[in-house]
């Protein structure tokens, strides 16, 4: 509560009113800040090989990287367990998807205020058609001798 307000004057200009104990400094903090560097936008991966991610995770205070935590999701998939952010600010995870179709991965970076950043990136996951071979010669008819070279 001011129970003395005061006023600063200059000649024909006011300058400042308030009350002295009303002197204080509010400090914002700001929420981290993540972008998805590996892999690239509409990257695509054939099923039943492992995707590595690569966030890299900032802040605008005075956060340390290791004092994150990220999280990789794929919709409603965890990709892997909640992990903290490297030195370098890189949050990574690899993942082995073992079924075909479009994959929308989502990070999520918390911050010790328990403030978040999320990024999110598309890729596709191709199906893993083993491959075919076929024989043209010797034909199913044909008679070769044993020496003969095929």
Same mark, same amino acid.
């Given at each position: ?11 024909? =200009?006011?300058? =400042? ?19 998805? +560097? ?9 099923? *039943? ?7 890299? &995770? ?11 935590? &990220?999280?990789?999701?794929?919709? @409603? ?6 992990? *903290?952010?490297?030195? @370098?600010?890189? &949050?990574?995870? *690899? ?5 075909? *179709? /479009?994959?929308?991965?989502?990070? +999520?970076?918390? /911050?010790?205020? @328990? /403030? ?15 491959? +075919?071979?076929?024989?043209? @010669?010797? +034909? ?7 020496? &003969?070279?095929?």
């Amino acid at each position: 509560m001011c129970t003395r307000p005061y006023l600063v004057l200059a000649p024909a =200009l006011l300058l =400042l009113a308030g009350c002295p104990e009303d002197r204080e400094i509010l400090v914002y903090h700001e929420p981290p800040l993540v972008s998805i +560097t590996e892999p690239e936008e509409g990257a695509e991966f054939i099923e *039943g090989t492992t995707v590595q991610f690569v966030a890299l &995770a900032t802040t605008t205070d005075n956060t340390e990287p290791e004092e994150l935590v &990220a999280d990789w999701v794929s919709e @409603n998939e965890v990709l892997c367990d909640p992990t *903290g952010v490297a030195q @370098n600010a890189e &949050a990574v995870c *690899g993942y082995t998807f073992t079924t075909p *179709g /479009d994959v929308l991965i989502t990070v +999520t970076i918390t /911050d010790p205020q @328990n /403030d978040r950043a999320e990024d999110s990136r598309s890729i596709t996951i191709l199906e893993n058609i083993p491959p +075919t071979i076929e024989i043209q @010669n010797p +034909t199913p008819d044909e008679v070769i001798a044993a020496d &003969a070279f095929i």
